[in-house]
């Protein structure tokens, strides 16, 4: 009986070993963050990404191991689940700007995570809204596509959306500085050309910008539907009255 004791004592501390075992190489999570540039400052071309912060003289040229450049538009990168730090970097000639990180952040990203990083405002006063993405899904019956919102224009306006021909702030009624909305359906079927989106002054309904989503009825023969099934955000960037950085509206794929 003692015999048969220790056995299965040892046979229990060699399961939970294994299951220890396999309980720490257990691989981590993985998590996708969406990185989008509005920045306004015409002082540099891109941003660059790394997970570690950098020692360098100023001006230090670029390493190649960095993550590709962010700049205009936004770039998807993968990290795994956990806390993490970011940094970004301006680049001006392909020389890292002096100074410190632009963008120093710590952002805990659970297994599965999917976001997205926007950065707005200069090179001297960056601002940033990170957001946790929520992208419709399209069974394949349903042809369509999901579309959001988010206002970054320097100087806090406030802003209104309409498809042209609608009335003003028909598909958002107001949207403060930072402001985003949910995803929304949009058709994008045969019978769907394109779609004009304006961005206008809510309190004025003065029209500050327009986008156009053109070929949203490719039938996806020739070449591929560029917007059926899939996630993006339209967000309206610049300063209104400025020359060098105008408003203007960029589409950004999401997923």
């Keep these: 009986m003692r015999k048969l004791l220790c056995f299965f004592i040892v046979l229990t501390g060699i399961i939970g070993f294994a299951s220890c075992t396999r309980e720490q190489l257990k691989p981590d999570g993985t998590a996708s963050l969406t990185i989008v540039n509005a920045l306004i400052d015409t002082g540099y071309q891109s941003l660059m990404l790394t997970s570690s912060e950098l020692a360098g003289p100023p001006q230090t040229a670029v390493p190649p191991t960095l993550s590709k450049a ?4 936004g770039y998807e ?80 306006l406030p802003v209104s959306v309409n498809i042209k021909g609608q009335a003003d702030g028909a598909e958002v009624n107001h949207l403060p500085f930072k402001g985003i909305t949910a995803f929304k359906r949009y058709a ?10 304006e961005f206008r ?29 899939r ?25």
């Design 70 to 73: 962010v700049s205009g538009g």
């Design 77 to 156: 990168y993968g990290f795994l689940s956990g806390k993490r730090t970011v940094y970004l970097y301006a680049v001006r000639n392909d020389k890292l700007v002096s100074g410190p990180p632009l963008i120093n952040l710590d952002i805990e990203f659970p297994s599965g995570y999917i976001g997205s990083l926007f950065i707005a405002g200069t090179l001297d006063k960056p601002d940033t809204l990170l957001v946790k993405d929520q992208p419709l899904y399209f069974p394949p019956a349903d042809s369509g596509m999901g579309l959001r919102f988010v206002n970054l224009a320097q100087g806090g």
């Design 188 to 197: 994008a079927n045969a019978a769907t050309g394109s779609y004009v989106f």
């Design 201 to 229: 002054n809510s309190g004025t309904g003065e029209l500050l910008t327009s986008f156009t989503i053109s070929n949203v009825n490719n039938p996806g023969t020739a070449s591929p539907n560029l917007w059926r099934y």
């Design 231 to 255: 996630n993006f955000t339209l967000v309206l960037c610049g300063e209104a009255g400025s020359s060098l950085t105008p408003l203007s509206a960029v589409i950004v794929k999401n997923h």
